[in-house]
């Protein structure tokens, strides 16, 4: 079946950019998420990208997807103590059976 | 905004209750989902649903159901609660396939 890995931990200082890492196995992945988490709350969708791009960006963040090896970043620009979270990939083949997730990244700020 | 609202934010209950758990989405949405999340699992998909009365398995299916009568709204039956099944369960809605998955806030589910 389909699989999605994320380091468990990140732990970069603030101002310093941060990179998510995250690959997948499915081929048939169409398209791609990543999502937020903060303490005691709902998942929220930071970006997204389609499988037939490599780059997208937006404002702070800029996600790469390296479709032959199967590897999607996320960089977070001036790391703030406001992004501190669990950061979740997730694939999707564009069918309606949901979205894969991986077991998400905890990103620990240091000051 | 969509809006995706779950019953309750926090539910304790006893071994062997059955156990209600509540999913309304404002925006017409076609397909609902619910996942439950563990530490260092991440979110596993329980059930879910395309639409009005439909239902799918997920990945972790036993020892639920689902029950989808309004297209808005998208239940989670834990036929009898045991304390395996405490946990962090989260709904989300989906405007069509391939589209943002939209979350409720989750309902933290402690079975003792």
């Known amino acids: 079946g389909e699989d999605v890995e994320q380091s468990l931990f990140l732990s970069v200082r603030e101002g310093d950019s941060s990179v998510i890492n995250c690959t997948y196995t499915?081929?048939?992945?169409?398209?791609l998420y990543w999502y937020k988490q903060e303490p005691g709350a709902g998942l929220q969708l930071l970006t997204y990208?389609?499988?037939?791009?490599d780059m997208k960006q937006d404002q702070r963040l800029t996600v790469l997807l390296n479709k032959k090896d199967k590897h999607l970043s996320l960089r977070i620009a001036d790391t703030q103590t406001g992004d501190s979270a669990i950061y979740f990939c997730?694939?999707?083949?564009?069918?309606?059976?949901?979205?894969?997730f991986g077991k998400g990244t905890h990103l620990i700020i240091q000051p | 905004d969509v809006k995706v609202t779950q019953s309750s934010r926090y539910l304790v209950k006893r071994t062997g209750e059955k156990v209600f758990l509540e999913c309304v989405q404002d925006?017409?949405?076609?397909?609902m989902f619910w996942y439950r999340q563990d530490p260092g699992l991440g979110l596993r998909l329980i059930y879910f649903?395309?639409?009005?009365?439909?239902?799918e398995k997920g990945d972790i299916p036993e020892g639920y159901s689902v029950s989808r009568e309004k297209k808005e709204r998208f239940s989670l039956i834990l036929e009898s609660a045991s304390t395996n099944q405490t946990s962090m369960y989260l709904c989300?809605?989906?405007?069509?396939?391939?589209?943002?998955?939209?979350f409720g806030q989750g309902t933290r589910l402690t079975v003792v």
């Open positions: 997730a694939e999707s083949e564009g069918g309606a059976d949901g979205l894969t």
């Open positions: 649903s395309y639409d009005v009365k439909m239902k």
């Open positions: 990208i389609f499988s037939n791009m």
């Open positions: 499915d081929s048939s992945s169409t398209y």
């Open positions: 925006m017409d949405h076609e397909n």
């Open positions: 989300a809605s989906q405007v069509g396939a391939g589209a943002e998955a939209f």
